[in-house]
């Protein structure tokens, strides 16, 4: 079994090609992370694939998804939009509109990490595409009118013209099919029909989320936790906090919380291996649903709720 896991590890890295040349495709005269941690994930730019114009069935047409996949869920108004986990792991970057409004939403199975962006920085919509790069063991995109690179975790430009500018972080859930399905039975969901050719029932990732191991090492990880277990994290003026699975198994949800003074509702779900969040008043806010060792790195100096024994 050992040999067999070390194996596909192997073979993923083959596959991806990490490597600690970062590409030359792009402009790194202004930037403010050091720039040996910004690594080459293997693949070129575009060599994953954002999509740019995205297809949608209705969740009875979804019949490509089983009822405990993935899907990272958005809302705006009266409508209500699925991305599969197993779309995203081939494409990463979903550039769309709901409600009228542009939306980015960004996936790294490296990191587990689900988050959603407004595309519309200081007035002007960007749409993203992969870089190929990857910064903190995190995808890397770019946009496409400056050229920028922008982290996902962090959630602003690392490189480029734009370095420094941040993205607007809008709320997004992270959960099963057969949950989001049951509170949105009205969803649309994003088409197997991207324009381009892949097996999307084959996960590029299988067994990594369950082993301790990164495919990109980090300097001085957060052992804490197992690497790969799921948090909740959450910032609020500039204060984060990180909430372990394994810790909101042990109380009662939902549970209220206090962040920078703001009082939070923390919405656990057990059995959809999901949370999400909302203030006091029911509003929902903005989290990220990530693997420990990736909110961990991005964050060292966060708080971690533990259930006191």
């Not at 992969?130 to 903190?136: E, N, R």
């Not at 001085?220 to 372990?244: C, I, M, N, T």
């Not at 420990?292 to 708080?303: K, L």
């Amino acid at each position: 079994m050992l040999l067999a896991i070390i194996a596909i590890g192997l073979l993923l890295q083959g596959a991806l090609g990490f490597s600690e040349s970062p590409s030359r495709e792009f402009d790194f005269s202004k930037h403010n992370v050091p720039l040996e941690h910004i690594l080459s994930g293997g693949p070129s730019k575009d060599g994953i694939p954002a999509i740019l114009n995205p297809a949608f069935v209705s969740a009875s047409d979804a019949g490509f998804l089983d009822v405990q996949d993935r899907v990272l869920g958005v809302v705006e108004g009266d409508e209500a939009k699925a991305y599969p986990i197993k779309i995203l792991n081939w494409h990463e970057i979903v550039n769309d509109r709901l409600g009228g409004k542009p939306v980015l939403v960004t996936y790294c199975p490296l990191c587990g990490s689900g988050i959603g962006f407004d595309p519309v920085v200081n007035g002007r919509l960007l749409t993203f595409g992969v870089s190929g790069l990857l910064y903190q063991s995190d995808m890397v995109m770019y946009d496409h009118q400056t050229e920028s690179l922008w982290s996902q975790i962090s959630m602003e430009a690392i490189a480029g013209s734009m370095t420094g500018t941040k993205l607007h972080h809008l709320f997004l859930e992270h959960t099963t099919w057969s949950e989001w399905q049951q509170r949105y039975p009205g969803t649309l969901v994003l088409s197997t029909k991207t324009g381009h050719h892949r097996d999307y029932d084959r996960d590029p990732y299988l067994g990594y989320a369950q082993r301790a191991d990164l495919m990109v090492p980090l300097k001085q990880p957060d052992s804490r936790f197992h690497s790969k277990e799921w948090v909740l994290g959450l910032e609020v003026e500039g204060s984060f906090k990180a909430y372990p699975f394994s810790e909101l198994e042990k109380v009662d949800s939902p549970l209220l919380d206090h962040i920078h003074g703001q009082p939070v509702r923390i919405h656990y779900q057990a059995r959809a291996h999901s949370v999400s969040v909302t203030d006091q008043e029911g509003t929902p806010l903005p989290s990220v649903m990530a693997f420990w060792f990736a909110w961990s790195i991005f964050h060292p100096e966060m708080d971690v709720f533990i259930v006191e024994e």
